[in-house]
C-alpha cells in the first residue's frame, strides 16, 4: 500500500526496501537540499564562511547545467514559473547558493527586451506601467527561490545584491519578471524602495 509523504509528498511503500531507499534519498534533498561538493569546473563568485555562490550559463560544463537544472527542480516545487529547461534562449545565468555541500539558494536572470518602468503607488492599484520603447534589452530577474528551512533569513536578497555585479547591472538597473509572488514581492519591496523596471 503507497503512503504519501507529509514533507516530501512522495508516494512510496514502506514494506519494499528499494522504495523507502528512494524515498530516504528523495526526501533529503527536498528538505537540506541537493548534495553537491565543491568541483574545480565551479565558476564562484562569492564565497563567504561556509556559503558561496556560483554561475552557470550555456556555455558551462554539461556537468554544471546538469546540476543547475536539478537545483531548478526543486525550485518547480514551490513555483510554476520555472520553463522546463533554463538554457534554450534568452542567454540566462543560473546563480546556485551553497551552504557547505548543499544547495539552498537558485537565481535564474535573462536579458529582456520589452521594459516599463513603474513604482510601488502605481503597481498596488494596478496603474498600466509606462513602457520604455526603443530601451536596450536589460538583466531581468526571473525567479529567486530559497529552501524552506531556510526561508526568512535575507538569503534571498545577498543572492542578488552578490549576483548582480558579475553581469554589469545593479538594483536600479535591473528588471523584474512579473507576475509576483506574495515572498517575491515583499523581496522586491526591500531591495526597490520606490521605482522599479518590469521586463518581458
Partial sequence: MFVKCEICEMLYVPEIPENVREHTKYHDKIVNGLRACPVKSDCVIWSQADMRITVVNRLSPL???????????????????????????????????????????????EKREHVWETCWADFQTARKPKEIFGHPAIWT???????????????????????????????????????FTNSGEALIRRCCSETFYIAK
Wanted: some cysteine; hydrophobic content about 40%; proline content about 3%.
Fill in 141 to 179: 530577474i526571473f525567479i529567486v527561490w530559497i529552501l524552506k528551512r531556510y526561508r526568512g533569513s535575507h538569503l534571498g536578497q545577498t543572492m542578488i545584491r552578490k549576483s548582480l555585479p558579475y553581469l554589469g547591472c545593479d538594483l536600479e538597473t535591473v528588471g523584474w519578471y512579473t507576475p
Fill in 63 to 109: 556537468a554544471q547545467r546538469r546540476r543547475a537544472e536539478e537545483v531548478a527542480s526543486l525550485a518547480r516545487r514551490d513555483t510554476h514559473y520555472l520553463p522546463s529547461s533554463l538554457f534554450n534562449g534568452n542567454n540566462t545565468h543560473a546563480f546556485v547558493l551553497y551552504k557547505r555541500n548543499r544547495s539552498i539558494g537558485f537565481l535564474a536572470i
